[in-house]
C-alpha cells in the first residue's frame, strides 16, 4: 500500500512541478493526436456524409466494410504501415518509419473509419427537411450540404471528440511505426508501456492520471455536444 | 399577361399507387393561385415540381421568358414554404441571411432587406433571437420572411395558415395579398375552403393526383 | 467552417516546421539494456551538442536491432551478440564492428534459492540445477542478445527447454526481471540492466564470473553502398566519438548504487 501512495504522491509532483520530460511527452501525444484526427476528418466526414445521403449501388457494402474497418484492431494497421514505410518497403525512400509523421499517418488510418461512422449515423439521423430547406432557398447541391453539416455539426464534432479519444489512448501504431524515441516519438501511451517495464511506477502514474483527465475531458465534450443535439 | 411557368403532360409517378399528373397549367405572372384538394390529392407533390425539387418522370417544365436559364438560376427565382418549415439553428436573422448569402448580396444590402421583411411580417426587433424559441406562429412568419427576402418571382406556399393561430391568419392573408403588386407570382395550397375566396385571384383543384379544372375566380 | 480553419493552419504550420527545421537525424537502433539503465542518455548529450545532431534512439531487443539495420531503417546499430554481429558485416549490411564495452551475464534467482545452486561460477551446471528443481524459468525469447546466450548455455547443457517450467515471455530485459521477481523464480540478465533494477527486484545473483557469459558490446555503421541514404557521417562521427576518450570516461564513470555498469577494453 506504502508502495501506491508513494508512486501518487510522486507523480503528482511531477505533475504540479511541469516535468520537462512529462511535458514534452504529453505535447508530443496530443499533437500526434490532433492532427492524425484532423486529417481524418477531412477524409470521414465527407465520406460519412456522402454515403448518408447518397443512394448508390455498393452503399451497404461500404456501410459494412466501414464497419469491420472501425474494428481494425491497431496493431494490423501499425504492422501493414511499418512494412509500407520500411526503408525495403514500397514508401521507403520517404524515411517516415519512427517519425512523427508515422504516427500520425497511422493514428488518421485507424480513426478516419470511426469517424466516418458516426458521421453517417448523424447524417442518417438528421432533419429530411434540412436539405429540401436549403434547395428551396436556393443553395447549390455543394452548399445544401454544407449547411447539413452545419446544422448537425454538434454531432460531427462528437465523432470527431470520439475520434480523438481513440487517438490519444492509442498504443500499437504509436509504438510500432514511432519507436518510442525519447524526445520524439514517445507518447504517453508508449511512455507508461516503457516506465512501467523500467519499474519507475512514479512516472508511468504520473502520465496515466494525465491521460485519465484528457479522457475525462472528452467525455465532458463529449456528453456536451450530445447534450446539443 | 405573361405565362411565367408552364407545365405540359407532367406525370410524376412517386409509388404504385400514386402519381400526379398535369396535363396543361400555365401560370401568369404576377397572379394569386390558391390551389385546393383533399388530403393526400397532390398538393405538395404539385408544389415540388413547381419548384424544381421533384423531376418529373413525363413531360416539359418551361419557363418562356427564361429559355436560358440553368437549373440552379431557374430554382433562385421561385422559392417553397412547406408546410412545417424547418428552422435552422441560430437566429432569425442567420435563417433569414442563408438564401441571400447564397445568392452573393452584399452584407449591407443584406442587413436593409431584412429589416424590411421583419416589418412586413411583424417580427421587427426579432432578428437576434434564436429561432429555437419562437412559438410555431412565430416560426412559420420567419418562413414566410426567409422566402420573401430572396425576391422570388414565384412564391409557393404549402398551407402557410394551417399551424397558426387564428388571431394572426389575417395577417398572413393580408401579406400575401400585397404579393402581386411586387411582381411576385403566388401559389397558395391550403386546406381552408374560405381562404380562395379571401385571398381572390385563380383556384386550382387537386383530386387524385389530377388537377382538375381551372376556374376563373375574379378579384373584387 | 470559418472556426476550422485557424487550428487547421496552426497544425499545418507545426507539421511542417517539425519536419523543416529539424536537427540532422541520427537513428540508433539498439537493445533495452543500454536505454533502460540510463547509460544513453549519459553518453548522447556531449554527442549531440558538439555535433547538432539529434539521436533517435530505437530500443529493442539485439536480433530485432540487426533486423532494423538490415532494412536500412536505422543508421547505426549498438548491440550485444558478437557472432550476429560479424554475420551482419559478413553479409554486406554493416560497414565495419568497433568493440565498444563490455559486462557480464549473470543468472538472478530468488533469495531462498530453491533450486540450490550456491552461488556457483558454472552456468551450464546451475542451468541443470534449474530444471531439475522445476522452478519456474523466465526466458526473454525475443531473439535479443541476453536470449542468443541463454540459448547457447541450453545448448551447452544439452538440454532443450521446454515444459511449464519454461516461461517464454517475449519481453525486454527489464520486463522479464519483474515478471521473474513476481514468479519468484530464475532467469538470464544482462549485469547493467540488473544493477539498473536493483531497488526494484529482490532477486540475486545465483551465478556469475563464469566466462562463458562475456557480454561484448559493438558499434557497426550501416553500409552506405547497401542502402543510400543512411547518415554515414553521423554515423562515422558517433564512431569516433564513442571509441575516443571521452566516451570511455563517461561509461566508465557511469553507475547505479555504486556499481559500475559497463567496463572499456583498455
Known amino acids: 500500500m506504502d508502495y501506491l501512495v508513494e508512486s501518487l504522491w510522486q507523480a503528482l509532483i511531477l505533475i504540479s512541478t511541469l516535468d520537462r520530460q512529462l511535458l514534452q511527452i504529453i505535447v508530443t501525444s496530443l499533437y500526434a493526436s490532433i492532427c492524425g484526427v484532423l486529417i481524418a476528418s477531412c477524409l470521414g466526414i465527407p465520406m460519412g456524409v456522402l454515403v448518408g445521403l447518397k443512394q448508390f449501388r455498393g452503399r451497404r457494402l461500404i456501410i459494412t466494410l466501414l464497419n469491420t474497418l472501425m474494428a481494425l484492431p491497431t496493431v494490423v494497421v501499425g504492422l501493414i504501415l511499418y512494412g509500407l514505410f520500411s526503408r525495403q518497403g514500397p514508401f521507403g525512400s520517404l524515411g517516415l518509419l519512427f517519425t512523427p509523421t508515422a504516427i500520425i499517418i497511422g493514428l488518421s488510418i485507424l480513426t478516419a473509419p ?33 449547411l447539413l453539416i452545419r446544422e448537425i455539426r454538434f454531432g460531427v464534432v462528437a465523432a470527431v471528440v470520439v475520434g480523438f479519444g481513440r487517438a490519444i489512448s492509442e498504443v500499437g501504431v504509436a509504438m510500432m511505426l514511432g519507436g518510442n524515441i525519447r524526445g520524439s516519438t514517445r507518447t504517453m501511451t508508449t511512455a507508461i508501456a516503457l516506465e512501467t517495464s523500467k519499474g519507475e511506477f512514479a512516472f508511468g502514474l504520473a502520465l496515466g492520471i494525465i491521460l485519465l483527465l484528457v479522457a475525462l475531458l472528452v467525455n465532458l465534450l463529449l456528453n456536451y455536444f450530445q447534450q446539443k443535439t | 399577361m405573361n405565362t411565367l411557368i408552364s407545365l405540359k403532360n407532367i406525370c410524376c409517378r412517386l409509388s404504385s399507387d400514386f402519381s400526379l399528373a398535369v396535363a396543361d397549367l400555365d401560370l401568369q405572372a404576377g397572379t394569386i393561385y390558391t390551389l385546393i384538394g383533399a388530403n393526400g390529392s397532390g398538393k405538395s407533390t404539385l408544389l415540388k415540381v413547381l419548384a424544381l425539387l421533384l423531376t418529373p ?107 397558426i393561430d387564428t388571431s394572426s391568419v389575417p395577417l398572413i392573408e393580408n401579406l400575401i395579398r400585397q404579393l402581386p403588386p411586387q411582381g411576385i407570382t403566388v401559389v397558395c395550397a391550403t386546406h381552408d375552403m374560405e381562404q380562395p375566396q379571401r385571398l381572390g385571384g385563380t383556384l386550382l383543384r387537386m383530386n387524385l393526383g389530377r388537377l382538375d379544372k381551372l376556374d376563373s375566380n375574379s378579384r373584387h | 467552417m470559418r472556426y476550422l480553419i485557424k487550428p487547421l493552419l496552426i497544425c499545418t504550420f507545426l507539421f511542417f516546421s517539425s519536419v523543416c527545421f529539424a536537427q540532422e537525424r541520427l537513428v540508433l537502433a539498439t537493445t533495452t539494456s543500454t536505454e533502460n539503465s540510463g547509460l544513453l542518455q549519459i553518453l548522447l548529450p556531449p554527442f549531440e551538442q558538439q555535433n547538432n545532431i539529434q ?131 530464475y532467469t538470464l540478465a544482462d549485469r547493467g540492466t540488473y544493477l539498473a533494477y536493483l531497488g526494484k527486484t529482490d532477486l540475486i545473483i545465483v551465478v556469475a564470473g563464469d566466462e562463458r557469459l562475456f557480454n561484448p558490446y559493438g558499434v557497426i555503421a550501416v553500409n552506405p ?39 572499456v577494453y583498455d
Not at chain 3, 73 to 78: P, Y
Open chain 1, 114 to 146: 470511426l469517424i466516418a461512422n458516426y458521421s453517417l449515423t448523424v447524417v442518417v439521423g438528421a432533419d429530411q427537411r434540412i436539405l429540401t430547406t436549403a434547395t428551396t432557398l436556393g443553395a447549390s447541391p455543394l452548399q445544401a450540404k454544407l
Open chain 2, 57 to 163: 418522370t413525363e413531360g416539359t417544365i418551361r419557363f418562356p421568358s427564361y429559355p436560358d436559364l440553368q437549373h440552379l438560376q431557374l430554382r433562385r427565382r421561385i422559392t417553397l414554404v412547406e408546410q412545417s418549415p424547418y428552422l435552422l439553428t441560430g437566429t432569425v436573422k442567420d435563417n433569414l441571411c442563408f438564401g441571400l448569402k447564397v445568392r452573393k448580396i452584399p452584407h449591407h444590402q443584406q442587413q436593409q432587406i431584412i429589416e424590411q421583411v421583419l416589418k412586413q411580417v411583424c417580427l421587427s426587433g426579432f432578428a437576434e433571437r434564436k429561432a429555437a424559441t419562437l412559438s410555431s406562429g412565430e416560426k412559420q412568419r420567419v418562413a414566410l420572411a426567409r422566402a420573401l427576402v430572396l425576391k422570388p418571382e414565384l412564391l409557393l406556399l404549402d398551407e402557410p395558415t394551417a399551424n
Open chain 3, 55 to 185: 539521436v533517435h534512439v530505437i530500443a529493442v531487443g539485439t536480433g530485432q536491432a540487426i533486423k532494423i539495420g538490415e532494412r536500412g531503417d536505422a543508421d547505426i546499430l549498438m548491440v550485444h551478440a558478437k557472432a550476429q554481429e560479424e554475420a551482419f558485416v559478413a553479409a554486406g549490411f554493416g560497414v565495419e564492428r568497433f568493440d565498444l564495452m563490455y559486462n557480464d551475464f549473470v543468472i538472478l534467482g530468488p533469495t531462498a534459492d530453491p533450486a540450490g545452486i550456491n552461488e556457483s561460477n558454472d552456468a551450464v551446471a546451475a542451468f541443470n540445477k534449474i530444471v531439475a528443481s522445476g522452478v519456474p524459468f523466465v526466458s526473454r525469447a525475443d531473439m535479443s542478445g541476453t536470449h542468443i546466450m541463454e540459448k547457447q548455455l541450453w545448448q551447452m547443457a544439452g538440454i532443450e527447454p521446454q515444459g511449464r517450467w519454461y516461461v517464454e515471455s517475449g519481453r525486454g530485459m527489464g520486463e522479464v526481471i519483474q515478471m521473474t521477481t513476481e514468479m519468484q523464480g
Open chain 3, 225 to 263: 553502398q547497401r542502402h543510400p541514404h543512411v547518415n554515414k557521417q553521423g554515423a562515422e562521427a558517433l564512431i569516433d566519438y564513442l571509441t575516443g576518450q571521452q566516451a570511455r570516461d563517461l561509461i566508465r564513470g557511469f553507475s547505479i548504487n555504486g556499481q559500475q555498469l559497463f567496463f
